[in-house]
């Protein structure tokens, strides 16, 4: 006899006044019994303490996280439901990919966010790389994750002083105790990426300033690569000084830069085809500018650390029927 499926708290958070949450439509066609669900929508400002309301009050055995704008699959709660079966998994997630009908630039988005020179292991988080694996923090995203509701609770929640990556340091903290943390690239969601040039650039700085964030309050030897793009950034700023004392040889590693972006470009043809390719070259040298210049800022950005649940931001939850 099969197992009864596990109940699931749906937690979106919301901005206040938003209508016609795509998330909330999309769960609401879910292939899952509607008596084992529960959608808690929370609205506010502060993503973080959204989710830890929300966390406090869900009844969940399952919490499944989603951003606003995802947009999963019918299928999504069973083939989760299957992973869960095995008690020593804590979390459970898969990429965030652009929709097929989604603007021609967003879709250069997307591909600079799948490529290996921009974003290493994380394009796990926006393509479907490889097969259903144990994985980490790198290869999981938060607008398409799903944990047990007690580890969470016993972990006290997400780090509010942390926006975004309050999810990492928890992923960290359950493989320490021994939890296995699954990657399953069919266990996705469709979520549009930045609309404009400007939006994506700010989002990259956003990612950068919040890994640094991340490290100087959970420091782990897997950050070490996030170092890469700031340190890139100063080299670009003293290549001039380095011109004047060794010469020709300052501009060696640039040379080498220059040849990986090359072909890195040619590898994403066969994703995205000659033209977007060809677009996204330039975009993921700024990917790493604006990533690293968002690390430097997060080096030196005030955090409110410890202190318990932040009771300044005000979280209003709706419970929706699914």
């Not at 303490?49 to 406090?56: E, H, I, K, Y």
């Not at 144990?134 to 997400?158: H, P, Q, W, Y």
């Not at 780090?159 to 990556?165: D, I, Q, T």
């Not at 390719?277 to 409110?304: D, E, M, N, Q």
């Amino acid at each position: 006899m099969s197992s009864p499926l596990p109940t699931v708290t749906i937690i979106i958070p919301a901005k206040p006044g938003l209508q016609d949450i795509l998330a909330v439509q999309a769960v609401r066609q879910m292939d899952y019994p509607s008596g084992q669900m529960e959608i808690l929508v929370a609205r506010g400002k502060h993503p973080s303490v959204q989710r830890n309301t929300a966390l406090r009050e869900a009844r969940g055995e399952i919490i499944y996280f989603l951003d606003d704008d995802s947009c999963p699959p019918p299928g999504n709660l069973l083939r989760a439901a299957a992973h869960f079966a095995d008690a020593s998994v804590k979390m459970a997630g898969g990429p965030n990919l652009c929709p097929a009908d989604a603007p021609a630039l967003e879709q250069v988005f997307a591909l600079v966010l799948a490529s290996w020179l921009a974003f290493g292991p994380s394009r796990a988080r926006y393509w479907r790389v490889g097969q259903t694996r144990t994985s980490g923090e790198k290869e999981l995203i938060l607008c398409n994750l799903l944990a047990r509701r007690a580890d969470l609770l016993e972990l006290g929640g997400f780090n509010e002083a942390l926006y975004p990556n309050e999810e990492n340091a928890l992923m960290d903290e359950l493989q320490k105790r021994g939890g296995k943390l699954i990657y399953d690239p069919d266990l996705l969601v469709h979520r549009r990426p930045r609309r404009t040039l400007k939006s994506f650039a700010r989002m990259l700085m956003t990612y950068g300033r919040g890994r640094a964030e991340q490290f100087r309050v959970n420091p782990t030897p897997g950050s070490a690569l996030n170092f890469v793009p700031p340190l890139f950034c100063v080299y670009l700023l003293a290549t001039f000084f380095l011109f004047r004392l060794v010469g020709n040889v300052a501009f060696v590693p640039l040379a080498l830069y220059t040849l990986a972006v090359v072909l890195q470009t040619l590898a994403l043809i066969p994703m995205g085809g000659v033209f977007r390719s060809l677009v996204a070259l330039p975009l993921i040298v700024l990917t790493h500018i604006f990533y690293g210049l968002g690390f430097w800022r997060g080096l030196f950005t005030k955090l409110k650390v410890g202190g318990g649940p932040r009771t300044d931001v005000p979280v209003t939850l709706e419970k929706i029927s699914p």
